[in-house]
């Protein structure tokens, strides 16, 4: 039905950046709200940052002046740019997306994360 594909993780050292990419495919009637998530070890997982169709955007406290999200609704992919790493942001980065496939009702479907290590 539908694929979410995270790509573009690694290592990096503080202060670099990453850009990490999401390609959404499938039986898609509309996409509502695109975000990128992530999980420490021994944490929960957060939101790092989400738009929504109209183009409204939220962000973690952490990570705002930071990272930038795109727009998707050109190629159903959205991106994330990020810039001045930190260690703090290590972490496996997942890709949700909020999305309707016709006849049903829209749900949350997910990526099988990509991981960001920042490390010297």
């Known amino acids: 039905q539908v694929q979410v594909v995270e790509s573009g993780g690694g290592l990096v050292q503080p202060g670099g950046s990453l850009r990490l990419s999401c390609a959404v495919s499938?039986?898609?009637?509309?996409?509502?709200?695109m975000g990128w998530y992530r999980q420490a070890p021994g944490k929960q997982r957060e939101l790092v940052a989400a738009?929504?169709?109209?183009?409204?955007?939220n962000f973690a406290d952490s990570v705002k002046e930071r990272f930038t999200i795109s727009d998707y609704n050109a190629r159903n992919t959205v991106y994330l740019q990020m810039n001045s790493l930190r260690p703090e942001d290590t972490a496996v980065y997942y890709c949700?997306?909020?999305?309707?496939?016709?006849?049903?009702?829209?749900?949350?479907?997910w990526g099988q994360g990509t991981q960001v290590t920042v490390s010297s």
């Open positions: 949700c997306g909020t999305i309707v496939v016709e006849g049903m009702r829209p749900r949350n479907y």
């Open positions: 499938g039986s898609i009637f509309k996409i509502y709200e």
């Open positions: 738009i929504s169709s109209g183009g409204t955007t």
